[in-house]
């Protein structure tokens, strides 16, 4: 199983970003999806969760409003398009896969790769 995300960057404060994670190895739409985040001396915490179709999904406060997940069942994708971005969004971001939705946070099934997001202000 793969989980491989790209998309992070350096943005100034206010801009945009779009992370994608492309998954392999697996029956992507038996998983819901997820993107979690991790600063430097900060624990990983969650950011948003999608359904296995894609008909519902969930953020934390700190983001709602500025952060859309979406995701493929075709390309076997899920995306987070990040707006508004604050200094406070950098970190890497990592995606997720878990069977059961809403996710759980510690039983996350398989990790992906981080992507570094910096925001500058």
């Known amino acids: 199983v793969q989980l491989q995300a790209s998309g992070g960057g350096l943005v100034q404060e206010g801009g945009s970003l779009r992370l994608s994670c492309t998954v392999s190895?697996?029956?992507?739409?038996?998983?819901?999806m997820a993107w979690f985040r991790q600063a430097p001396g900060k624990e990983r915490e969650f950011v948003a969760a999608?359904?296995?179709?894609?008909?519902?999904?969930y953020s934390r406060d700190s983001v709602q409003g500025r952060f859309i997940i979406s995701r493929d069942n075709i390309k076997n994708t899920v995306d987070l398009q990040m707006n508004s971005l604050k200094p406070e969004d950098a970190a890497v971001y990592y995606c997720?896969?878990?069977?059961?939705?809403?996710?759980?946070?510690?039983?996350?099934?398989?990790w992906g790769n981080g992507t570094q997001v910096t925001v500058s202000s």
């Open positions: 997720a896969a878990d069977v059961s939705y809403p996710i759980t946070p510690l039983g996350m099934h398989y």
């Open positions: 190895g697996l029956i992507f739409n038996n998983y819901a």
């Open positions: 999608i359904n296995w179709s894609g008909t519902h999904t």
